[in-house]
């Protein structure tokens, strides 16, 4: 077509700027759709976008400024682009961490999100290995990570909690230990309650994490229905 003979293509605009931000848009989108599964905040749309605004930033940077540019006379330094990437996207970051109830979520979505920033400016910046190599990296924190934490780190723990039935105690219960970053993996209904309330219950809560116990103890404790909290903490599995 002749319009299409009639353009003229920047240095920055060949095949091989339009291969790193393809390059860009496939690792961000795969980082993505594992906080999509995950049903994060920030999922699949989210990282892609990052990704290729990122990348595009860093060409513009390398590439959009060659027609102002004259010997010894206008000298431009193309780090100073890149450099407002990494601030700038500490905005989006800062928009996904809030706190609830005294924890704070969406520290590694943020995390997540920065990374996905740096493998686009690795890809707009012509290091495709360096951006292949964090993309694993990332998957390899995320899926890897988790395991070896919970069996290796996780702190395992009892609660021992007397409670007036009839009050929804118990789900409140678990809602409250789930929230303050525990696991509850089992459930055991006991016959003594106590002295002082004839018709209470004790239930014995199995949990594993690496919350704050102190935490959640006092939290369970202020529970309407909840007459008393004890702990028995185990070690973390050594395998």
Known sequence: MPFLHSLHVEPGETAL??????????????IGLEREL????????????VGVAAALIMLVSKYGFTDILAK?????DPSRVAAQVVSGIGFIGGG???????????????????LTAAVGMACGAGLPVLAIFVTAAHFLVVYGYTPFTNRFLAAHADLLVCYVPGKGA???????????GFLVHDLELRREGDAAHADAQTIRIHLQGR????????????????????????QPSAG
């Open 72 to 76: 010894d006379l206008v000298v431009l």
């Open 211 to 234: 919350g704050l116990l102190s935490s959640v103890v006092a939290s369970v404790g202020d529970i309407k229905g909840v007459v008393s909290v004890q702990v028995n903490r185990e």
């Open 96 to 114: 996904l961490i809030f706190v609830q109830r005294d924890i704070v979520r969406g520290l590694t979505t943020a995390a997540v999100i920065w």
């Open 17 to 30: 700027q339009i291969g790193e931000l393809v390059l860009a848009f496939v690792l961000s989108s795969l």
């Open 38 to 49: 995950r049903m994060k905040s920030a999922g699949l749309r989210t990282h892609a976008l």
């Open 170 to 180: 118990v789900q409140e219960i678990i809602q409250t230990c789930t929230g303050h």
